[in-house]
């Protein structure tokens, strides 16, 4: 079993995206869902919300040249809620977001996210308000975000932030592409799967 | 006789599938069963191909082809390419790997939660596992079920493991009766509304109490499918004698002694009546009503005798501003009579037989408001041959719906069946999400499948009671 990149620091500009319940239908329409691979997904984040039905631009951070090039996305309460799909964090990352800072995240987004070491970190309501602000106030505002030690720094400031402690150590261990760490234990897989009873069709 | 040790049935199912801690100290799961469809597949059997990995148990794996499915047309190749060459990868990669695929020329095919339970896939006790968020509704069977990503499709192919956190239990026990003309979809609703669209983040919902008891297995599966909706990642209702007579004499469940054994182990995984949960939280059947979603998510929802709340009054009042400048309604009005342009039956939530019989009793004898465009889609080839076979599928098109092959359809529009600019659907399905129907201006009212065939036929948002 062999560990893959190891995520314990990201660093660069930030972007908001204000609203509770941003659920992964906004985040990604299920019209892009019919490619075949993820390869374009970079181009959709938040497609209709971006444009209208003509292909214009509306006002949105993900379209304001200002925050060109950040990779901190902050957002409010149970994002990514909905749709399993991981076309979400997909074309989030492809975008350009490498981490994200939130007040809640819904459960599968966040299990896709670390699947593919994208950290999600959690801060309070009055914490993510005062980096929403600072990041719509001056988009040049850089933060770095240090898994080992749990905080987010930016300027003279450092938030403390909350994150699972199994996604915490799969990022900072590299074991977030697990499938070899799965792998690597497939003799006690077999094992177990002989010892449930449906396996084998609950013949005596 | 199973011991009385306190466990939940979330507690015995985590401990019989845990094959190790891993080093980040997530569990690694086995994965009793693994449904695929063909939207969130193809990129993980690339991955396969990508690490040179086979599948490493093709026969716990099915497939099938619910999401881009056209349900008016099903001639191939599909008039939409991108449809065609995701159904292609489908089969191509199912042939290759060895795995079981019920296409479109199969009896089997549908909506992959509609299938698992009635090919009798879906059983208590196991670990199940799907690439879409409404894996929930096998939970029904007492099954421990759940959505996934891509990414987490790959590892379930390659290891039929994943690795998880174990979550917390809330017990929700919903007392008493329901009244006459309120459904599972009324009471999965009004849980939703009172916990929350995020309120089951990090729990598994156990459903229990008179109310659900006394359910039929589609009315389990109707209230278990839409736990994510509340952000609980699996809900279960522990299995009992409605379960065990549900499965019996279905294709994948054992037959004879084997079934007598698999019951006495069914009944085994059922929650200690000492188990212990993280939360406890009660309901009154007989208070919840006729109820429908307002705004854009399913926790937005209100009472039919209800008016639509003001944002002030709500727990997050800027998400309810951001919903009434989408659906274009004004808080203090009745949510009665709010006039609809669709009317959709189907989805994983509710196209089952029990649900086509609902909505056909409603709608027998009367037609569809003119100017309403109206859509029946079975669940599965299967419900649709039994559905045609009592006569449903007549008592609908001679009231003016249209009678469709089985797919997902327009509960995420994915295929043909979309909303148009600003049409507002009373829906069956799961999500009144913006954009959700295939329209970013397209409006969603979720409802039951009585209340949608009541709507239909009088063009607007009517209590069913009344119409009866």
Known sequence: MSADVKIVKVSGTGIAVRGNDIDTDRIIPARYLKEITFARMGEYPFYDERFDSEGKPKTHPFNNPKYRGASILFVNKNFGCGSSREHAPQALFRFGIHAIVGESFAAIFAGNCVMMGIPTVTVTSAEIEELMKLVELDPQNRFAMDLDAKTLSYGERQVRFDIPDTYRNALITGFWDSTSMLLSNLDKVKKIAAGLPYMTGFRG | ?468
């Open chain 2, 1 to 468: 006789m199973a011991k009385s040790s306190g466990r939940t049935l979330y507690d015995k199912v985590w401990e019989s599938h845990t094959v190790d801690v891993l080093p980040t100290g997530q569990t690694q799961l086995f994965i009793g069963l693994h449904l695929i469809h063909e939207i969130t597949t193809a990129p993980a059997f690339d991955m396969l191909r990508e690490k040179n990995l086979q599948v490493g148990f093709p026969e716990r794996t099915f497939a099938t082809l619910d999401h881009v499915v056209p349900t008016d047309m099903r001639a191939r190749p599909f008039l939409d390419s991108q449809a065609e060459d995701l159904t292609q990868a489908l089969e191509k990669n199912t042939s290759q790997f060895g795995i079981q695929f019920y296409g479109l020329d199969s009896d089997r095919q549908g909506i992959v939660h509609v299938i698992g339970p009635q090919l009798g896939l879906t059983q208590p006790g196991m670990t199940l596992a799907c690439g879409d968020s409404h894996t929930s509704t096998h939970g029904a069977f007492g099954t421990l079920a759940f959505g996934i990503g891509t990414s987490q499709v790959r590892d379930v192919l390659a290891t039929q493991t994943l690795a998880m956190d174990k979550l917390k239990v809330r017990r929700i026990n919903i007392r008493g009766a329901l009244p006459e003309g309120v459904y599972a979809k009324d009471v999965i609703l009004s849980i939703i509304r009172r916990l929350g669209v995020g309120g089951g983040k990090g729990f598994a919902y156990e459903y229990c109490g008179p109310v659900v008891e006394k359910m039929n297995m589609e009315e389990r599966m109707t209230i278990c499918n839409m736990s994510i909706e509340g952000g609980a990642l699996v809900g279960y209702v522990n299995p009992d004698a409605t379960t065990f007579e549900f499965l019996k004499g279905r294709e994948f469940v054992p037959k004879g002694k084997d079934f007598d054994r698999a019951v006495a182990y069914w009944s085994s995984i059922a929650s200690d009546s000492d188990a212990r949960y993280d939360d406890v939280v009660d309901m009154e059947g007989s208070e919840i009503e006729p109820t429908v979603t307002w705004g854009i998510n399913p926790g937005q929802a209100v009472g039919i005798s209800e008016k639509l709340p003001y944002p002030e009054q709500c727990s997050d009042p800027e998400g309810a501003k951001r919903a009434y400048e989408h659906m274009g309604w004004k808080a203090g009005t009745p949510v009665l009579g709010m006039p609809i342009n669709v009317a959709f039956i189907g989805s994983c939530t509710n196209s089952r037989l029990s649900d086509l019989r609902a909505a056909a009793k409603i709608a027998k004898g009367r037609r569809v408001h003119p100017g309403i465009r109206a859509l029946v889609v079975p669940g599965s080839a299967a419900i649709k041959a039994l559905a045609e076979k009592e006569g449903l599928d007549r008592i609908f098109t001679e009231a003016g719906f249209q009678w469709r092959e089985a797919g997902c359809s327009m509960c995420l529009a994915m295929n043909p069946d979309k909303l148009a600019g600003r049409e507002i659907c009373a829906s069956t399905s799961n999500r009144n999400f913006i954009g959700r129907q295939g329209s970013p201006g397209g409006r969603t009212i979720l409802m039951s499948p009585a209340m949608v065939a009541a709507a239909a036929v009088n063009g607007k948002i009517v209590d069913v009671r009344e119409h009866a």
